[in-house]
Nanobody, 128 residues
Framework: QVQVVESGGGLVQTGDSLRLSCAASGRPFGQNAMGWFRQAPGKERTFVGA????????PLADAVRDRFTISREGAGNTVYLQMDSFKPEDTATYFC?????????????????????WGQGTQVTVSS
């Protein structure tokens, strides 16, 4: 069985930094895309960034491109989201997602429907 678990969320202040971790288990995922999304209460779940595969590109949303960084560890089953220079609008529940198929032809990784396995989320609250 596949399991996806996020960790590392917490309460931070504007301008602070934090690193989220996502561990996927149940099968090797080094060749699979893993993504980060976030959702504030009453709002849609939106794309933050993704890792296409272990050694692949890491696209980021415009809102975070100059502040957040995605990385993938050795075997590829763990993905990190390094978040710097927090803004209040970064407050949200952050979700990790894993794509079951390794095929990315014609796939939009910004789309929540491009992923098959989801974690339960970790809360990040930014205070001023």
């Amino acid at each position: 069985q596949v399991q996806v678990v996020e960790s590392g969320g917490g309460l931070v202040q504007t301008g602070d930094s934090l690193r989220l971790s996502c561990a996927a288990s149940g099968r090797p995922f080094g060749q699979n895309a893993m993504g980060w999304f976030r959702q504030a209460p009453g709002k849609e779940r939106t794309f933050v960034g993704a890792s296409r595969w272990l050694r692949g590109r890491t696209p980021l949303a415009d809102a975070v491109r100059d502040r957040f960084t995605i990385s993938r560890e050795g075997a590829g089953n763990t993905v990190y989201l390094q978040m710097d220079s927090f803004k209040p609008e970064d407050t949200a529940t952050y979700f990790c997602a894993v794509r079951q198929s390794t095929d990315l032809r014609g796939i939009d990784l910004f789309d929540v429907n491009s992923y098959d396995y989801w974690g339960q989320g970790t809360q990040v609250t930014v205070s001023s």
